[in-house]
Structures are given as C-alpha cells and as structure tokens.
C-alpha cells in the first residue's frame, strides 16, 4: 500500500507568513491528489484536487504544486480564518488514503 | 442543496454491530460513487469503505476488511454501513461522502454519526 506522509505534524506562523505544507507518497501517484482543510470542529472541506486545481469558492491565496511524490500546499498569506488541520489524501487508485494532517495555528 | 445525512450511530459492545446509514438529497445519487471516512477522538482522518456508482464495486480499509459491509439503495438514494466485530478502535465519528464525479476526491461530507465502542 502507498504511505502518505505530512510534514510538519503541526506549525505555528503569524497573520500574513507564506506557510508550506508538505506531502510526500511513498510511490508514484501522479497528480491524483487532493487537500483537504479541517477547521475546529467542523467537517473537512476540499480545497485541492489534481494536485493544483482549486475548488470553487476557495480563496486564491491556496495553492498546490507537486506530481510523482512531493506535492505542496502553499497559503500565500496566512489568515486567521485559515487555523485549521489540513490533510492530503491519494486516489490514484481504489485504496484511497490520507495524510496524517497538519495543524496550523497563528503564532 | 446537497445534503448527506448520516444516522446509526451509538454505543455497542466490542464484537457487536451497527448499521449506519447515509440519506442523500439534492443530486442524482445513482450517478456517484460513495463513501464511508472515519475521524477517531483527536485523531486523522481515516478512510474506510466506498462503492461506485451501481454498487457492484466496493472497497474496504484492510483495517475493516472482513468485519465491514458496504451496500447502497439507488431506488432510496442510501447508503449503508454494516460494522460486525467493531473493536475499540473502530470508535469514531463516521462520515458519508460524495465522490466527485467518481474520480476518488470528496466534495461533499455529511455532518458525522459517532460511534461508541465500549463494554
């Protein structure tokens, strides 16, 4: 089975920091990724699939990057409203998996 | 409006069982694929089953492989979980999913239905 690994497991940036979340695959999936954001007791939203492609009615300052392993997401400008964990989550294939998450908090 | 609404959730003994199910609204549930993702207490998530769009397909964590069951009713626009021998690590809040075109993404996620495995 294809691991997905985050990194960091957790940050701290301030109001306005360029914040980069990492996931790597243990294998090669493509561009089959998507990202996900998890706010404080509220239910997952999607924010990223294909790896860079937004959802609609996501905020411009996310963004993703990455194929084959090593996909990023990237907040431009890191906002209040953005504290919440993010998860990546592979389906280039029917064993669908995610990430372990990374909590972001403002510093 | 899509809704997807869970409900079956409780408490069972370990190596009881619970029927969740998922009623969906607000699009043509025949033509997605679905899925059951789980969140332990302060945990990741966790996926845990899907099936494509007619139901003929499905697809099991190997964590549940075995123990779960996954079924849908196109004619009810449901979607079902059966969880036989749950274990303590099977406790969690168990969301319904919609998949995206049946690409493998999630567009939409119900509001969860938690399940409490304790003796």
């Known amino acids: 089975d294809i691991q997905m690994t985050q990194s960091p497991s957790s940050l701290s940036a301030s109001v306005g920091d360029r914040v980069t979340i990492t996931c790597r695959a243990s294998?090669?999936?493509?561009?089959?990724l998507a990202w996900y954001q998890q706010k404080p007791g509220k239910v997952p939203d999607l924010l990223i699939f294909?790896?860079?492609t937004l959802q609609l009615g996501v905020p411009s300052r996310f963004s993703g990057s990455g194929s084959g392993t090593d996909f990023t997401l990237t907040i431009s400008s890191l906002q209040p409203e953005d504290v919440a964990t993010y998860y990546c989550?592979?389906?280039?294939?029917?064993?669908?998996?995610f990430g372990g998450g990374t909590k972001v908090e403002i510093k | 409006e899509v809704q997807l609404v869970e409900s079956g959730g409780g408490l069972a003994r370990p190596g009881g069982s619970l029927r969740l199910s998922c009623s969906a609204s607000?699009?043509?549930?025949?033509?997605?694929?679905m899925h059951w993702v789980r969140q332990a207490p302060g945990k990741g998530l966790e996926y845990v089953s899907g099936t494509n769009s007619e139901g003929g397909g499905t697809y099991f964590a190997d964590s549940v492989k075995g123990r779960f069951t996954i079924s849908r009713d196109n004619s009810k626009n449901t979607l079902y979980l059966q969880m036989s021998s749950l274990r303590a690590e099977d406790m969690a809040m168990y969301y319904c999913?919609?998949?995206?075109?049946?690409?493998?993404?999630?567009?939409?996620w119900g509001q969860g239905t938690l399940v409490t495995v304790s003796s």
């Open positions: 294909a790896a860079s």
């Open positions: 607000g699009f043509t549930f025949r033509n997605y694929a």
């Open positions: 294998q090669d999936i493509s561009n089959y």
């Open positions: 989550q592979k389906y280039n294939s029917v064993l669908l998996s």
């Open positions: 999913v919609r998949d995206t075109y049946s690409y493998g993404y999630f567009d939409y």
